[in-house]
Nanobody, 126 residues
C-alpha cells in the first residue's frame, strides 16, 4: 500500500496559479503510475491528469490541456500538478492516486488506482 498526502490547495481568484503536491511513502514510488483526479459537489470523480512511471508519458483531460502540467520527482517520491489560468469550473476536491504499473504506461480509469490521498480543496472564485 502507498500512503499519499496532498498539499497546496486553497482559495484563489480566476487566472491565478496553484501547485499541488502529493508525497508518497510505503512502496517504491517509481513503480507507480500517478494520477490527479477531482470531484466537485454533485459531480462524478474525473481524471485531471496522469503520468507514467518514468514521467515520459502523460495524459490530460481536455478541459485542462495547456493550463495544467503534471510532473513527478522519483527521487523525492512526489508528484506535482501545476495549475495555471485557473477558472471557477476548476473548483473541486483534488485527489492524488497511485496505480501499480509493470510497464511505463498510465490509466485514465479511476477504478484501476489502488491507493488514494485524502484530497485537497481548490476553490477558484472572485
Amino acid at each position: 500500500q502507498v500512503q499519499l498526502v496532498e498539499s497546496g490547495g486553497g482559495l484563489v481568484q480566476p487566472g491565478d496559479s496553484l501547485r499541488l503536491s502529493c508525497a508518497a511513502s510505503g512502496r517504491i514510488f517509481s513503480n507507480y503510475n500517478m494520477g490527479w483526479f477531482r470531484q466537485a459537489p454533485g459531480k462524478e470523480r474525473e481524471i485531471v491528469a496522469t503520468i507514467s512511471t518514468s514521467g515520459g508519458r502523460t495524459f490530460y483531460t481536455d478541459s485542462v490541456k495547456g493550463r495544467f502540467t503534471i510532473s513527478r520527482d522519483n527521487a523525492k517520491n512526489t508528484v506535482y500538478l501545476q495549475m495555471n489560468s485557473l477558472k471557477p469550473e476548476d473548483t473541486a476536491n483534488y485527489y492524488c492516486a497511485a496505480r501499480r504499473a509493470y510497464y511505463d504506461d498510465y490509466s485514465r480509469d479511476y477504478g484501476e488506482y489502488d491507493d488514494w490521498g485524502q484530497g485537497t480543496q481548490v476553490t477558484v472564485s472572485s
